[in-house]
């Protein structure tokens, strides 16, 4: 395969140490198992990610969205440089947000709300329009169902009430949801790097209530664990893998917690990953659940809004600890 991409030279991405082990016990959460709800409020606290199984996104829809993804970006760079550049929608290189981010990656970020169009969203579709459009559509539909029921599974594994406390923000016609569609082309000047591997999404925690992700057979995704330690965790393209989001840490008031994680490029394949960010409305108050405080129990967090917390977020740096400016305690966790 020929990529034709500005991705053509390493040497400005950061390289990071090769970690030692393969993250081999995930939590995976079978979304027919009864104990579904108490699995997953223990992955969160433990480790704030896990993987879902049996989880009736219909394979048909992830094949053809992946396969209209490589169409997209297998286009000749001048017309991928029409869908960019991002607004924050549309088609971006390499460079992650405004602040000098950088990485070994292209992508497409789309609206997931049908109200709001967005031109560089157009473009991208214009192409093939009803083809890739509906593979969008019918792929963010169905994973938005899988999102709502893991999130209210949660909440019941929380004795959270109502049960929907935490999914109808999501399913509010105002959600500040959006979805992702990241391409880490292969590098072979990776060989060249004495062992080292060169990043293709710089470590950091999602902002929002809760990330689905899904991603091809190629590895690169990795998590950090709660001592510090980096590690890699197993591609699996016919399963999803759900992050706790910052949004949800303050929520649960820290018994949830956002997981730092990367992405490394890899020597010889290509990797595609699609991910759902669950937002809730710009304006919507981020504080913990009434129901999951004790009676003397007070929030770790000052009052703020989506909105807030949102803009605050992309102004900063990637590996930043986001949520440090918003702890009534600062915290030393970096």
Known sequence: MVVQSALTHCSSIKTCNKPVTDFTS??????????????MVKACEEYGFFKVVNHRVPMEFITRLESEALGFFNLSQSEKDKAGPPDPFGYGSKRIGSNGDVGWIEYLLL???????SLKTLTVFRENPEIFRSAVNDYIQAVKTMAYEVLELIADGLKIEPRDALSKLLRDENSDSCFRLNHYPPCPELEAL???NLVGFGEHTDPQIISVLRSNNTSGLQICLKEGTWVSVPP??????????DALQVMTNGRLRSVKHRVLANTQKSRVSMIYFGGPPLSEKIVPLTSLMGKQEESLYKEFTWSEYKTSAYKSRLADHRLGLFEKTPSTNQ
């Open 236 to 245: 699996d393209e016919t399963s999803f893998f759900i992050n706790v989001g």
């Open 194 to 196: 004495s062992g080292r």
């Open 111 to 117: 609206n997931t709300n049908p109200q709001v169009l």
């Open 26 to 39: 995930i939590p995976v959460i079978n979304l027919g198992d009864p104990e579904s709800k108490f699995l």
